[in-house]
C-alpha cells in the first residue's frame, strides 16, 4: 500500500488471509487500506478484528481511537 495502490494492496492482503491463515497484522493492514480509501467504517472492523488477534496491541488501540 505503500505505492497508493490500496485496492491492489487490499486484494493482496485479503489472498494472504484466505490461503495463509488470518493475521493481526494482515487485518491491520486491511484496515489501512480501507481507511485510506476513506472506508471508514469498513476500516474500524478490520482494525478491531486485529485487535481480536493481540489485544495487547497499542498501536492498533490507538488507530481505532483516531477514528472514532
Known amino acids: 500500500y505503500c505505492a497508493g495502490d490500496y485496492h491492489r ?12 491463515g488470518a493475521h493481526h497484522v494482515t487485518h491491520h493492514n486491511i484496515g489501512i487500506c480501507h481507511y485510506f480509501e476513506n472506508k471508514l467504517q469498513q476500516a474500524i472492523v478490520s482494525f478491531d478484528a486485529s485487535l481480536s488477534f493481540k489485544s ?6 490507538v488507530v481505532v481511537v483516531v477514528f472514532l
Open 9 to 20: 494492496a487490499l486484494n493482496l492482503f485479503e489472498t494472504s488471509n484466505d490461503k495463509c
Open 56 to 61: 495487547s496491541c497499542f498501536f492498533g488501540v
